[in-house]
């Protein structure tokens, strides 16, 4: 079943501190296999806390502003047109730096419930 629509009529929702995450694509949608969001995040907000994920894959698609990915204890400057391949296993966060809003696509899969946090 096939859909068309804008960004702003994505479902998402807005997490204090965290920023805000449209939901383009998933189980909701129908989808079996695939996850599309579009994260947000103001200067100095955190998408999460250090974490992994045992089975999932993930792409990132830097659209706008400027971050610090912490992958695997090493911190990589993120900025518009970077791209990013997660594998299972790999830790990582982002913190957003700079002045304006950092906005990212992350395609994942499979889909579901799949985050370890890291003490």
Known sequence: MAKIFGFSDAPHTKTIGRGTTYRFV???MGSKRIGVILVELE???KSAEIHYHKEREGV???LQGNATLLLNGTEHQLKPETVVYLSPGDKH???S???ETFRMIEVYSPLGPDRVVVQ
Request: proline share 7%.
């Open 93 to 95: 966060g982002i913190t």
């Open 97 to 99: 730096t700079g002045s």
């Open 43 to 45: 200067p100095g907000m």
């Open 26 to 28: 998933d189980e909701d």
């Open 60 to 62: 990132y698609v830097v």
